[in-house]
Structures are given as C-alpha cells and as structure tokens.
C-alpha cells in the first residue's frame, strides 16, 4: 500500500520549536519531489517547503518561513522532515506533505493525513 505519514505536530508556545516528519511505505521518498503544505481554518493550502528528489535535494520555501524552517531527506528511512523554528502564531495549521513526480503541487501524487501544529501566542 502506497502511503504517506505524518507525525510530530503538537501545541507550542511563540518561539519553541517542532519537528515535523513525513515518512513513507510502498515507494521510495528519493524518486519524488517532496513538499510541505499547510492549511489554517477557512483557508486554502499554503506551499511551504520543497525539496526535489533523485539525490538532487534542491529546496525551496515560502517567505514567511525562510531562515526558520529546514527542509531535509533522510533516505535510509524513508523519511523527510521539517524543522521550525521560532514559532509563530500565523504557522497554525494542519501540515500536509506530499509527493510529486518533479515539482511539488497540491494535491500532489500521494498526500498524507495531515498533523496539526498550534502555536500560541
């Protein structure tokens, strides 16, 4: 069964910290590019962070979370991750990730269910 997971979501105060992870079964994360999307209450999804794949790894993210999110691929587990920081209110949302075959775009090819990130202020 092809699917993705995704875990580490939570309720943080303005400035903590997560990690997120998306990990995958029944296909290989590196054969696709992965990407990050978030969808706060009564809004449509938001791109947030790429990374392309067959050990290419460029990445990308939007503005609003350049230098506090870290994309990155760990290929020995299948996973890839995403690490904020400095929290702020406005990343509130359900976070997606999702796999596509070159760039990334919802709804993408494969999407998991979605982990809920909090942050209050």
């Known amino acids: 069964q092809l699917q993705l997971v995704e875990s580490g979501g939570g309720l943080v105060q303005s400035g903590e910290w997560l990690r997120l992870s998306c990990t995958a079964s029944g296909f290989t994360l590196d054969d696709y590019a992965i990407g990050w999307f978030r969808q706060a209450p009564g809004k449509e999804p938001e791109g947030v962070s790429c990374i392309t794949g067959r050990s290419d790894g460029s990445t990308a993210y939007t503005d609003s979370v350049k230098g506090r999110f870290t994309i990155s691929r760990d290929n020995a587990k299948n996973t890839v991750y995403l690490l904020m920081n400095s929290l702020k209110p406005e990343d509130t949302g359900v976070y997606y990730c999702?796999?596509?075959?070159?760039?990334?775009?919802?709804?993408?090819?494969?999407r998991g269910q979605g982990t809920q990130v909090t942050v209050s202020s």
């Open positions: 999702e796999a596509d075959q070159v760039v990334c775009s919802w709804p993408g090819l494969y």
